[in-house]
T-cell receptor, first 116, second 112 residues
């Protein structure tokens, strides 16, 4: 069965410092992995997607994530945090190899706080 | 990529009543997905809706409580039936696009 574990429920950084949001996954098939962001009272926005084309995926707003199969990880990073990055971040896995094609499984979310 | 219009954006409902949520997509899609986000929680898939067939429900969700319609390839509804305060959540629909999945803006439901 597929699963996603976000290792930190809350991350706090200072503006201008690097961001690291950690995600481990479990999948029986070749997974598609995503990071989504949800700002307060806003909808979900796709940051980036991994689908085996390249292990380092660049997304919007300066975010990127590296797929490491040996570690079953897909951590999200950004070199320099902005105040506007404060939001809830979800690591998501989609399983295309089972009967539940296209089903998304969400991690529990990481709240990113950015301090001035 | 597809754009989803979801309504209502929010509602406050009396317990025991039902609410129907609508999602309209600006292009034809094979599958539409319905999710629930309980307060302070992550998203959980309720069901997958294919046009022309019955929806497929995830464990813990049943058709009598969450009936779904999918009359064509651009539209779907989710009804939350016989509501209780525990149904207070954000409900979202989603479709697959070329680079991932896009979501409706959500329906924030409060049951009193």
């Amino acid at each position: 069965a597929q699963s996603v574990t976000q290792l930190d429920s809350h991350v706090s950084v200072s503006e201008g410092t690097p961001v690291l949001l950690r995600c481990n996954y479990s999948s029986s098939y070749s997974p598609s992995l995503f990071w989504y962001v949800q700002h307060p009272n806003k909808g979900l926005q796709l940051l980036l997607k991994y689908t085996s084309a390249a292990t380092l995926v660049k997304g919007i707003n300066g975010f990127e994530a590296e797929f490491k199969k040996s570690e079953t990880s897909f951590h999200l990073t950004k070199p320099s945090a902005h105040m506007s990055d404060a939001a809830e971040y979800f690591c998501v896995v989609s399983d295309y190899g089972s009967s539940n094609t296209g089903k998304l499984i969400f991690g529990q979310g990481t709240t990113l706080q950015v301090k001035p | 990529s597809a754009v989803i219009s979801q309504k209502p954006s929010r509602d406050i409902c009396q317990r025991g009543t039902s609410l129907t949520i609508q999602c309209q997509v600006d292009s034809q899609v094979t599958m539409m997905f319905w999710y629930r986000q309980q307060p302070g929680q992550s998203l959980t898939l309720i069901a997958t809706a294919n046009q022309g067939s019955e929806a497929t429900y995830e464990s813990g969700f049943v058709i009598d409580k969450f009936p779904i319609s999918r009359p064509n390839l651009t539209f779907s509804t989710l009804t939350v039936s016989n509501m209780s305060p525990e149904d207070s959540s954000i409900y979202l629909c989603s479709v697959e696009i070329s680079n991932g999945y896009t979501f409706g803006s959500g329906t924030r439901l409060t049951v009193v």
